[in-house]
């Protein structure tokens, strides 16, 4: 009688999904948050958020087309993707960029996007009918006592503040959306339609706002490439990628690392020394996100008691 064996995954399947991934994400998504200032130094923010999406959505749409990816096929579908793609692209990216034109720093938003687990996990109670655990209230007070010292430490940004905390809530209300479709994407198309909409819904702004000439010279051109490419492609694909093969909870810790490496490293890259309050936030709102995001140990046999999230699954 032949047995079976399960076969283990390779040592180097291991890796890339236990902490190759994880370090490519976390690099990649820090980035985002340093270029992002450099490039509304060196062109109108909505122009270069415009362009972003719309390079990004043309090499996804290339690899779909070269790959036969599958499209959407319903109508649920699509509205699925127009409405996240609004808010999970053109609203979290184009207020975030504003709020850089702004003066707010890169360690504080950072802060504030981090927090979106939190965001989540409060909003879903209402909108998702998902309850949460009383540890998993008490991480959410505390991840929103640690964003509340860090906003009222850096008020001398004035509406940039305003900007940021819209970028949060657009990627949020995405989430939402998205886990409330509860409709499996293709990572090509999907993010090809979000992204593609989300061109069309910045192209007017940024006309008003900055007109769409960009300007051509390899400073611009070079953080342009990178935002696009490095971070709405290949980041958001190894996120997508990541959520579907490791629980949202892993990731929520995951992204705990961004807003300290991001507060660290825009000192020598960006001249913006991280106040007081902003350290002692971050250190709260990591709590309190490291709180809310902990797997219960006895999950009950019906119905579901949802952690924090701090991206769209898919």
Same mark, same amino acid.
């Not at 999230?309 to 898919?314: N, T």
């Given at each position: ?11 180097? +399947? ?7 991934l994880?370090?490519?994400? *976390? ?6 948050? *340093? ?5 509304? #130094?060196?062109?109108?923010?909505? &122009? ?7 390079? !990004? ?9 070269? &790959?036969k ?8 579908a ?43 996990? @409060?909003?879903? &109670?209402?909108v998702?009918?998902e ?14 006592? =640690? ?7 850096d008020?001398?940004? =004035?509406?940039?503040?305003? $900007? ?24 090509? &198309?999907? !993010?090809?339609?979000?992204l ?10 940024a006309?008003? #706002? ?12 070079g ?13 958001? =694909?190894?996120?997508? $990628?990541?959520?579907? #093969? +490791?629980?949202?909870a892993?990731? !929520? %810790? ?6 300290p490496l ?12 991280? #106040? ?18 902990? %797997? +219960? ?11 924090a999230?701090? @991206?769209?699954?898919?």
């Open positions: 009688m032949a047995t079976l064996t399960a076969t283990r995954p390779s040592a180097g +399947r291991r890796f890339l999904l236990g902490p190759g994880s370090i490519l994400f *976390i690099a990649l998504w820090t980035s985002g948050f *340093i270029a992002g200032p450099i490039g509304v #130094h060196l062109a109108p923010p909505l &122009t270069l958020t415009f362009w972003r999406f719309a390079l !990004a959505a043309l090499v996804l749409t290339a690899v779909a087309v070269v &790959t990816a599958p499209w959407p096929k319903t109508r649920a699509w509205l699925q993707l127009i409405v996240t793609g609004v808010l999970m692209q053109a609203v979290m990216f184009g207020a975030a960029y504003l709020a850089f034109e702004g003066g707010v720093s890169a360690g504080l938003a950072a802060l504030v996007n981090g927090s979106t687990p939190i965001i989540i996990a @409060a909003a879903g &109670t209402v998702l009918k309850k949460l655990t009383p540890l998993q209230w008490l991480g959410t007070a505390v991840g929103f006592a =640690g964003l509340t010292v860090a906003v009222a430490g008020l001398e940004a =004035g509406p940039g503040i305003v $900007f940021t905390l819209i970028s949060a809530a657009g990627f949020a209300a995405g989430t939402l959306v998205q886990r409330k479709a509860g409709g499996a994407m293709d990572l090509r &198309t999907g !993010a090809a339609v979000q593609g909409v989300a061109a069309l819904v910045i192209l007017p702004l006309a008003l #706002h900055g007109g769409l000439a960009l300007p051509v010279n390899a400073p611009t051109l953080v342009l490439a990178w935002l696009a490419i490095g971070n709405s492609v290949v980041a958001f =694909g190894v996120m997508f $990628f990541l959520l579907r #093969h +490791r629980t949202a892993d990731t !929520a %810790r995951m992204v705990l690392i961004v807003p991001t507060a660290v490293l825009a000192w020598p890259l960006l001249g913006q020394a991280v #106040h007081w309050p902003i350290w002692v936030g971050l250190l709260i709102t990591g709590a309190g996100v490291a709180i809310a995001a902990r %797997r +219960r140990s006895n999950p009950p046999a019906t119905g579901t008691a949802s952690g999230e701090p @991206a769209p699954s898919d």
